[in-house]
């Protein structure tokens, strides 16, 4: 080979060389960009908006189709959800490790802002992470839960209490027992109120009521609350001793908002419309989700008249994809599944004034939560 033939390959090989290197700095740099580790948590997002009180209202398993089959069946133009907010937009569903979330992990990400696995409450891995409740009243504010089902079930369990797993009622009992609710308003259930449970209730400080009648008859006293319902009336029912959800919410906000100086924070679970999915039953998904409209419209009014509380309604997830056309039978049929799905569903506010949260835009679930946090802490002092 000519000396020349060898400067020029010698020269390429550089120049090659450098290249690599400069790709492989490039590479190795560390950026402010969250690495796509297949998880789906975005870089955290900030938001300017504020508010004095923040109720979230779930629907749980409440997907899409299921809010345009109500209608039909009811003959409705549109829900109070629809008609009472300024902003309609989708969420995302799935969990850390599945496309298709479990409610233990969608409640975490609703109530923690942080994608978990399924069947962890509250909880990634070996650590705790904090619920709503826990951060609520971290700025003094007072909180609410209320549930259809009883509190051991994963949706409440994640907004104030926290466990490895789903199914241990204890920690759950023992977590709510030790946060900083104020009020919780459940279902009774034979099987989670075990004897030490209820004797619990009154030694960590809570007044136990068991009926509607005796919770309208407590004159909303400073006292903390702890109600167990016989069961909540679905739309158009009328249970002896039991509320509907609309007259348990307006119960506990009207507790909350003579008590707290520094606001509150509630959750209002429609537990009900995800367990009658999963039996496929459609009336009764029906007359639970249009319960869970009705208390969704007295929270909106309310609201409205308060003039400084932000509320989101969503759904932790779709149950049973249900494909709904016009003329189809209302009955099982619509429900093809017993399961969970991973679609989207619905979210929809009143209070949400970032101009960048537009209609009809899509978000991941932990959004939600984060544009609580953030309309929390930003007319409040520093933690
Ligand atoms: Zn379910």
Redesign the pocket.
Known sequence: MKKSLWKILVVSLTLVSIFALTFAFVACNPTDETPDDGNDTPARHYYTGSAKNVIMLIG??MGMEHIEAVKAYYGLESLYMESLTTLQGEATTRSRDNEVT??AASATALSCGVKTDNGYVARVDNTNVENMAEYASSFGMDVGIIATEHIGGATPAAFSSHAYNRSNGTNIFNGHMASDVDIFISQFDDDFYIESRLSAIPQNGFTHITSLAELTENQYSSAKIFATMPEFDGYGEDKPNCPSLAQASMYAINYLDQKSDNGFFMMIEGSYI??F??KKDFAGMASELRGFDEAVKAVLEWAAQDGETLVIITADHE?GNLVYNPGDPFDGSLITTGD?TGKNVYFFALGITDEDITQGIVLDNTELNHIMRDYIANPRKAK
Do not use: I
């Open positions: 749980d398993g479990d409610s995800d367990k999915c999963h149950s969970h």
